[in-house]
């Protein structure tokens, strides 16, 4: 069982889970935890020899019940696959698992807020290569989708609303859409090829959407992720978040569904790191432009199909 | 001291782009086949295979 303990400075909350140092560390294929298990091989955490989308509770869990819980999400059986070279019918469930896991989760006593996530590359700290996401159930409101509440607050409706109308307007950042959702990096990106994937329509959560709306977020995550992947014609290491509303709140309706992602890369063999500045001040200092970099990867996607 | 310019002429109202949506998709078991099992030391493990939302 991990701690929390609050940090008065910065005012947020800091999770002890130090069991996590044991955890499994870039392991070979053939002792890969996340594979199926082959016909009298030994068992690896999918105790079934093929299976199409599987979540189970982390064995290395940040949270746990009864103050949160944290999940993994197995995209497929496939070692070597991608979210972006999943069959599409397979990145579309995916949205329906997301959904279903949101819900469950979300409608528990000690869940405020649900983070579904993927860490993507070494670079930004993965452990394990098999394609996978993972799932944060907190049981308090993270700071980044707080501040995105405060922004709701302080423009005095839908943030993310407002932003999307704002990129629509501009049109310079745009790097693909599509019926239901739009795709582009924010006009105050902090890393060079973050994007934002967002629903046109105002939908607070997964929950909220229809199913053509859930086939368009999976189609534009995969082009997009596809794009990455072309614009330096390496796997592109990112984070992506799934932004929803609070679970705490009884009213859902206090968000907007987007999806983030903040890639490490600033050129094909550069990171680009948290230094003085992002660490000590809270001041990203960005080494490109969002609009040169929204048009790079606007090709790259054309290109990447 | 950088101004952001561009900050106070973000376009449209927010109350415009927000329409409220009622619940529109069909449930979970619409669409996935849900397997739930418990490993070995107790966790829970959910096996999803698609049916398709006709299905």
């Known amino acids: ?305 | 001291m950088p101004k952001d310019t561009d900050r106070q002429s973000a376009g449209g109202s927010p109350a415009e782009h927000c329409v409220p949506s009622d619940d529109r998709a069909p449930r979970q078991d619409e669409a996935l086949s849900v397997e739930r099992h418990r490993k070995a030391d107790g966790r829970l493990l959910i096996l999803y295979r698609w049916v398709g939302k006709d299905g």
């Not at chain 1, 701690?3 to 002792?31: C, K, M, N």
């Open chain 1, 1 to 305: 069982m991990g701690e929390l303990r609050f940090e008065e400075l910065r005012g947020e909350w800091v999770d002890y889970a130090i069991h996590r140092q044991e955890r499994t560390f870039l392991p070979s294929e053939e002792h890969c935890p996340l594979c199926p298990t082959p016909p009298g091989g030994p068992p690896t955490e999918i105790p079934f020899p093929a299976f199409e989308i599987a979540v189970f509770e982390n064995r290395f869990p940040a949270f746990e019940s009864p103050r949160g819980a944290a999940e993994v999400v197995v995209y497929t059986d496939r070692h070597h696959d991608s979210f972006a070279t999943l069959p599409p019918e397979r990145a579309r469930a995916l949205m329906w698992v997301w959904r279903a896991r949101y819900e469950e989760l979300g409608a528990r006593g000690d869940v405020e807020y649900v983070l579904i996530f993927e860490n993507r590359g070494v670079e930004v700290g993965v452990t394990l290569h098999h394609p996978h996401g993972q799932i944060y159930a907190y049981p308090f409101l993270p700071p980044v989708p707080a501040a995105e509440r405060a922004a709701d607050a302080r423009l005095g409706g839908c943030a993310p609303c407002m932003l999307l109308g704002r990129e629509i307007e501009d049109g310079r950042r745009i790097v693909h859409e599509n019926e239901h959702v739009l795709v582009y990096v924010p006009r105050a990106a902090r890393w060079s090829y973050e994007a934002h994937v967002v629903l046109r329509a105002h939908r607070p959560t997964l929950l909220h959407c229809a199913p053509a709306e859930l086939d368009a977020l999976a189609d534009a995550l995969q082009a997009l992720t596809r794009g990455f992947d072309a614009l330096f014609e390496r796997p592109f290491p990112y984070v992506m978040a799934v932004h929803q509303a609070p679970t705490d709140t009884g009213s859902v309706r206090e968000g907007h569904l987007h999806v983030e992602f903040y890639p490490p890369l600033r050129t094909a063999h550069k990171l680009k790191y948290l230094a003085g500045s992002e660490q000590g001040g809270g001041v990203f200092i960005a080494d490109t432009l969002p609009e040169e970099s929204a048009a790079a990867l606007r090709e790259a996607i054309g290109r990447a199909g």
